[in-house]
């Protein structure tokens, strides 16, 4: 029996006559077919994407000269050196940023072992990704 | 160092490497789409905005929606992943490598978006759909192939195989019927050859219609995508299961039973009928709140939610599958 017999919604069999042209649409569509034929895909790239070393993954990416600071999306951030040598962030502008495993609060300095990345890569207080650069 | 799958496991169990997982998980994506072209990026355009906005979307799916295909069975993938013990590489396959992977059906929801809006995408698509009719007729279909697709190729003698720049400068210019161009082109290239992999190359050899046609999405910005989708994203987490359920079965295009079998509780008219009210409720309030203050959000309720149906549509299979 067909759902549509029991919907007498107009909202509904709006979203039913939508849903029914894009599925027909998408079918035979060349972004399906793509998809299904991994036409952007190498399959021996895609073994050694797979089996890849994180750290040479991180390396690839290089990195700032300390101090460094980013900023976006309402939020600052420093990485720079204590006077003992100690890589630390420190949030200048926001607040609740999580990066680099901590969370971050307003004005907050913590001493983490990293290296100063080309971009920040972090999720705000409501855990949406962002970054900063 | 550590690894992606113990950055994942103290995700899911405490919240912490937030921030060093969505750095990897950025990574990942910018790795896992270097082969793939503007016209697979929200409004067209490969760039930094547009790489970080799709990672943003494969990490919000890994961290918060459920989906039901294998491996994640009704789990978020980063749930599935500790549940099931998985070391690195599993999770970068599924997530971001594996041809059919979180990140490459967001790419393809994407483009089906963006073919939908540029004349010359379209005019590809279209071909597409052209080529796949005069392939039976012309082609012989190898099944299961590298990859495990049909390839199409033509009986003929011994060829030596050529380069897809050679195979569209020998084509290019003749004007012959469709029929004839795949017959020629199976020929030349002399090697099978997937129905997506032909529709691209034709679609080099075949002049797509001017561009002076006004883009259907000119105007659209980034923002008011990323608006809409979020708006559409937060109904779909307000709504109960069976009301996700019917959602998706009105997406699939399911019958009735296959809905009831699924979810007991919409066993009659009325439930369905209540149902269906709220879901469309709660989409047309939650796309108003969102865009209030604009002449849109004051569009009668019909049209809002054909605006939603346009977002959720292609969004349904990374919030559902």
């Given at each position: 029996m067909s759902l549509r017999d029991h919907?007498?919604?107009?909202?509904?069999?709006?979203?039913?006559?939508?849903?029914?042209?894009?599925?027909?649409?998408?079918?035979?569509?060349l972004a399906q077919a793509e998809f299904e034929e991994g036409l952007h895909v190498d399959f021996a790239e895609v073994d050694a994407l797979v089996d890849q070393?994180?750290?040479?993954?991180?390396?690839?990416?290089?990195?700032?000269?300390?101090?460094?600071?980013?900023?976006?999306?309402?939020?600052?951030?420093?990485?720079g050196l204590t006077a003992l040598g100690a890589t630390y962030i420190e949030l200048l502008e926001g607040s609740g940023l999580s990066l680099f495993g901590v969370t971050l609060s307003a004005g907050q300095r913590v001493e983490v072992a990293v290296e100063a990345p080309m971009e920040l890569a972090a999720l705000t207080a409501d855990g949406q990704p962002i970054v900063l650069r | 160092m550590v690894s992606l799958s113990e950055q994942v496991a103290d995700f899911v169990s405490t919240g912490a490497q937030a921030g060093a997982l969505w750095s990897n998980v950025l990574s990942h994506v910018r790795n896992a789409t270097?082969?793939?072209?503007?016209?697979?990026?929200?409004?067209?355009?490969?760039?930094?905005?547009?790489i970080e906005g799709l990672a943003g979307r494969v990490f919000t799916i890994c961290a918060r929606v459920e989906k039901g295909r294998f491996p994640f069975m009704k789990r978020t993938p980063f749930v599935a992943y500790v549940e099931e013990d998985f070391d690195d590489p599993p999770i970068r396959y599924h997530s971001f490598y594996a041809k059919l992977s979180i990140t490459r059906e967001i790419l393809r929801d994407d483009y089906a978006k963006n073919i939908r809006r540029d004349p010359v995408l379209r005019f590809r698509d279209d071909l597409h759909r052209r080529i796949g009719k005069v392939l039976p007729e012309v082609g012989i279909a190898l099944e299961g192939g590298k990859g495990g697709h049909t390839r199409w190729t033509i009986q003929a003698g011994p060829r030596r195989p050529m380069t897809e720049d050679a195979v569209v400068d020998a084509?290019?210019?003749?004007?012959?019927?469709?029929?004839?161009?795949?017959?020629?082109?199976?020929?030349?290239?002399?090697?099978?050859?997937?129905?997506?992999?032909?529709?691209?190359?034709?679609?080099?050899?075949?002049?797509?219609?001017?561009?002076?046609?006004?883009?259907a999405g000119a105007g659209e910005s980034l923002e008011d995508t990323v608006t809409i989708r979020r708006a559409v994203i937060e109904a779909w987490e307000?709504?109960?299961?069976d009301e996700r359920a019917l959602v998706a079965a009105l997406a699939r295009g399911d019958s009735y039973d296959d809905l009831i079998a699924r979810c007991p509780s919409l066993n009659n008219r009325v439930a369905v009928s209540r149902a269906t009210k709220r879901v469309g409720q709660v989409f047309v309030a939650r796309v108003v709140e969102a865009i209030g203050g604009t002449a849109d959000a004051s569009a009668p309720p019909r049209e809002l939610l054909e605006q939603v149906a346009g977002v959720l549509l292609p969004l349904l299979p990374e919030l559902e599958s």
């Amino acid at each position: 029996m067909s759902l549509r017999d029991h919907i007498d919604d107009p909202l509904a069999l709006a979203f039913l006559d939508a849903a029914d042209a894009h599925r027909a649409w998408l079918e035979g569509s060349l972004a399906q077919a793509e998809f299904e034929e991994g036409l952007h895909v190498d399959f021996a790239e895609v073994d050694a994407l797979v089996d890849q070393d994180e750290a040479r993954l991180a390396a690839q990416t290089g990195s700032r000269a300390l101090p460094a600071e980013y900023s976006g999306h309402g939020y600052r951030v420093r990485i720079g050196l204590t006077a003992l040598g100690a890589t630390y962030i420190e949030l200048l502008e926001g607040s609740g940023l999580s990066l680099f495993g901590v969370t971050l609060s307003a004005g907050q300095r913590v001493e983490v072992a990293v290296e100063a990345p080309m971009e920040l890569a972090a999720l705000t207080a409501d855990g949406q990704p962002i970054v900063l650069r | 160092m550590v690894s992606l799958s113990e950055q994942v496991a103290d995700f899911v169990s405490t919240g912490a490497q937030a921030g060093a997982l969505w750095s990897n998980v950025l990574s990942h994506v910018r790795n896992a789409t270097r082969r793939y072209p503007d016209a697979y990026f929200e409004l067209g355009q490969k760039n930094d905005e547009s790489i970080e906005g799709l990672a943003g979307r494969v990490f919000t799916i890994c961290a918060r929606v459920e989906k039901g295909r294998f491996p994640f069975m009704k789990r978020t993938p980063f749930v599935a992943y500790v549940e099931e013990d998985f070391d690195d590489p599993p999770i970068r396959y599924h997530s971001f490598y594996a041809k059919l992977s979180i990140t490459r059906e967001i790419l393809r929801d994407d483009y089906a978006k963006n073919i939908r809006r540029d004349p010359v995408l379209r005019f590809r698509d279209d071909l597409h759909r052209r080529i796949g009719k005069v392939l039976p007729e012309v082609g012989i279909a190898l099944e299961g192939g590298k990859g495990g697709h049909t390839r199409w190729t033509i009986q003929a003698g011994p060829r030596r195989p050529m380069t897809e720049d050679a195979v569209v400068d020998a084509l290019k210019g003749r004007d012959e019927p469709l029929e004839v161009l795949v017959s020629e082109a199976l020929k030349v290239i002399a090697v099978p050859i997937s129905h997506s992999r032909l529709s691209n190359l034709l679609g080099r050899v075949i002049d797509p219609p001017s561009t002076d046609e006004a883009d259907a999405g000119a105007g659209e910005s980034l923002e008011d995508t990323v608006t809409i989708r979020r708006a559409v994203i937060e109904a779909w987490e307000e709504l109960g299961d069976d009301e996700r359920a019917l959602v998706a079965a009105l997406a699939r295009g399911d019958s009735y039973d296959d809905l009831i079998a699924r979810c007991p509780s919409l066993n009659n008219r009325v439930a369905v009928s209540r149902a269906t009210k709220r879901v469309g409720q709660v989409f047309v309030a939650r796309v108003v709140e969102a865009i209030g203050g604009t002449a849109d959000a004051s569009a009668p309720p019909r049209e809002l939610l054909e605006q939603v149906a346009g977002v959720l549509l292609p969004l349904l299979p990374e919030l559902e599958s």
